[in-house]
């Protein structure tokens, strides 16, 4: 016999919610997966039943805006990650890759304090209500401006018996105990991940200062022979002669922008198992990016100029000969 219910199993409704906490959660394709506070998904009505009315809040398919609840979460949801800087977009990918991990970092981090900061805002301190429930009304102050601003004091009662204010109070809490735990995860799982990200960062600042400086070298060897070459036939000793190209049109030509590799936070982190050192720049990233993107530009500019230097070498040294 066929079970046409399990080959045709029928179609069950779905519900369009927002998440009001990090949770996992089946949605309507059958995927179970992590969701984070403020994300839209679809799931099953069954999937809905089984969480908390608090949770999660149904969203109006036609008008695509909150509903089933009665007052307003309070809490503030983590900021959006800041956008990686515009020039750091020709940096190579660990500086991108860096820069959205350690925005995920910055936002975790602040998000509790701008939680707390609500509620204080709120109810005119940071406690939990919760704990006060049989206490009956009090009286909250919260005070604002200052450092130029007028200050301004909002005054309120305060009764945690209160739907509202009840609601308000576990929403706060959920979403503290939530970027807690989001903070914890995050350090848990991806703090070796960054640590690595910052070294290959500054992997990339190490091997461009590397080949600068084999470019200036090149540079500095080419132009004092053009000039050597130049002035061969004078007999001069090699230290005459190198004195009088360090004031030589052929040293401004060439050396002008010959600036060594900035060294700023070099450091070591001891040796590797062949045992050669292991040097890293324990700079900030930020930092390492805009040394790098200095000294990447300075690269492009005397590449050129040492194929230059070396075509004007043969020909000076063709015609000296």
């Known amino acids: 016999m066929f079970d046409l219910k399990k080959i045709f199993p029928p179609k069950q409704n779905t519900v369009r919610v927002r998440v009001e906490r990090d949770t996992i959660a089946t949605l309507a394709n059958g995927t179970r997966s992590s969701v984070s506070e403020g994300d839209t998904i679809e799931i099953t009505e069954s999937e809905f039943s089984k969480f908390d009315p608090e949770d999660l809040t149904v969203i109006d398919p036609k008008s695509q805006t909150a509903a089933g609840s009665r007052f307003a979460n309070p809490a503030p949801p983590r900021e959006d990650p800041a956008p990686m800087p515009e020039a750091w977009k020709g940096l190579p990918a660990c500086f991108a890759?860096?820069?959205?991990?350690?925005?995920?970092?910055?936002?975790?981090?602040?998000?509790?304090?701008?939680?707390?900061?609500?509620?204080?805002?709120?109810?005119?301190?940071?406690?939990?209500?919760?704990?006060?429930?049989?206490?009956?009304?009090?009286?909250?102050?919260?005070?604002?401006?200052?450092?130029?601003?007028?200050?301004?004091?909002?005054?309120?009662?305060?009764?945690?018996?209160?739907?509202?204010?009840?609601?308000?109070?576990?929403?706060?809490?959920?979403?503290?105990?939530?970027?807690?735990?989001?903070?914890?995860?995050?350090?848990?799982?991806?703090?070796?991940?960054?640590?690595?990200?910052?070294?290959?960062?500054?992997?990339?600042r190490l091997a461009n200062a590397e080949e600068l400086q084999r470019v200036n070298e090149g540079l500095a060897q080419t132009a004092f022979a053009i000039f050597h070459a130049r002035v061969a036939a004078l007999g001069?000793?090699?230290?005459?002669?190198?004195?009088?190209?360090?004031?030589?049109?052929?040293?401004?030509?060439?050396?002008?922008?010959?600036?060594?590799?900035?060294?700023?936070?070099?450091?070591?982190?001891?040796?590797?198992?062949?045992?050669?050192?292991?040097?890293?720049?324990?700079?900030?990233v930020g930092t390492t990016a805009e040394i790098l993107l200095s000294e990447k530009a300075r690269l492009e500019r005397l590449k050129p100029l040492l194929a230059t230097a070396k075509a004007e070498l043969a020909k000076t040294s063709k015609l000296a000969g």
């Open 236 to 284: 001069l000793a090699e230290g005459h002669v190198r004195r009088l190209f360090s004031g030589s049109a052929d040293a401004l030509k060439y050396l002008g922008d010959n600036t060594a590799p900035s060294t700023t936070g070099q450091t070591s982190l001891g040796l590797e198992e062949d045992g050669q050192p292991r040097v890293i720049f324990d700079d900030s």
């Open 97 to 204: 890759q860096w820069w959205a991990l350690s925005e995920r970092f910055r936002v975790a981090k602040i998000h509790e304090g701008q939680i707390r900061s609500a509620r204080k805002n709120l109810f005119g301190s940071d406690i939990n209500l919760g704990d006060f429930s049989d206490a009956g009304t009090a009286l909250g102050i919260s005070i604002s401006g200052g450092k130029g601003e007028n200050l301004k004091s909002i005054v309120r009662n305060i009764d945690p018996r209160d739907p509202e204010t009840a609601y308000q109070n576990r929403r706060f809490e959920s979403a503290i105990a939530n970027a807690i735990d989001h903070l914890a995860d995050l350090r848990r799982s991806k703090t070796i991940e960054l640590q690595r990200l910052f070294i290959a960062c500054s992997d990339e």
